[in-house]
């Protein structure tokens, strides 16, 4: 199996794709007929560290998401999260026609301090369980394509204080508007085993919902494994194949996000939020969150004011 690359800022979309450097660090729309892998391309595997919303036809790869295949022969619309290991093959079906479209490259950085910070999470269309690209008329493809430019439009603008709210708000319309269509496409869905994946994020986000970490610690591996009804090695032996991450590494992915949210949208103090993240100490939270971030919490928080 190839190296898993990581692909931690938009711009590494971009480098891959031979794409010039991104208009904007955190939010890029791409034109997709501009896009021009390398020949190597299906040799690879990634994990990357935002969110792609595309919009695309005639698409001359087969997309793997997790270990499992991304049907979007006819579709149109495909929602990625970040953490997810991707790869592409080759699709002989439609590889001599020309690709279109459009791709949204997000980060979760430029969430923050916004209502989809939190919010985002609870599309249902991000996660494992969804393989399947979101079908739509031409009327609504033009509705969708028309709020990608808006977003596009407005980073593209002179950046004020207004402008992450308006781009956070086209978005949030942009998202509303799929859960509406994925929910008519769908009326079941089938379950594989790989949704253990998708188990363990709603496990996740209930356990760091709940304020309660000050009494309760932060989730054990164990605990997460007994919860899941597996054994802790199965567990992250079965996360590193479908995600590349072990279990561990998933429980620190949540506290940092938890804690991103804190630094944004409080006024806590670094060791108020390490206190209610379950440290006992706050250094031994300014280690992880920089090991993670490769920026310190109060760094974090200065980018937000």
Request: no cysteine.
């Amino acid at each position: 199996m190839n190296e898993l690359q990581h692909f931690k800022k938009v711009g590494d979309y971009h480098k891959l794709a031979n794409l010039p450097a991104p208009e904007h660090p955190l939010i890029s729309l791409v034109d997709y007929k501009e896009v021009k892998y390398p020949d190597d391309v299906l040799k690879l595997r990634w994990q990357q560290d935002y969110y792609t919303i595309g919009l695309k036809r005639n698409v001359p790869h087969k997309f793997f998401y997790g270990q499992q295949e991304y049907d979007f022969d006819e579709g149109l619309m495909t929602f990625v999260a970040p953490k997810q290991v991707m790869s592409l093959g080759d699709n002989p079906n439609i590889r001599t026609r020309k690709p279109s479209g459009y791709l949204l490259l997000v980060h979760p950085d430029f969430l923050w301090n916004s209502s989809l910070a939190r919010q985002i999470q609870n599309y249902d269309f991000f996660g494992y369980g969804v393989r399947e690209s979101l079908f739509l008329s031409q009327k609504e493809e033009e509705q969708m394509e028309s709020i990608l430019k808006n977003i596009r439009n407005e980073y593209r603008s002179n950046i004020d204080k207004f402008s992450q709210k308006i781009i956070v708000a086209q978005l949030e319309l942009l998202l509303n508007y799929a859960e509406r269509f994925y929910e008519r496409q769908f009326i079941t869905r089938t379950i594989s085993n790989h949704e253990i994946v998708g188990q363990l994020e709603s496990l996740l986000n209930d356990y760091f919902k709940d304020d309660t970490l000050i009494e309760k610690g932060l989730p054990s591996v164990q605990w997460v494994a007994a919860e899941l009804h597996r054994s802790p090695n199965y567990l992250s032996s079965l996360l590193k194949s479908e995600t590349g991450q072990s279990t561990q590494q998933h429980i620190h992915d949540k506290l940092i996000t938890k804690a991103k949210e804190h630094l944004s949208t409080t006024t806590l103090s670094v060791s108020e939020i390490a206190y209610k993240l379950g440290f006992e100490r706050h250094t031994s939270f300014t280690k992880l969150f920089k090991t993670k971030t490769q920026m310190t919490p109060l760094e974090f928080r200065k980018a937000f004011n």
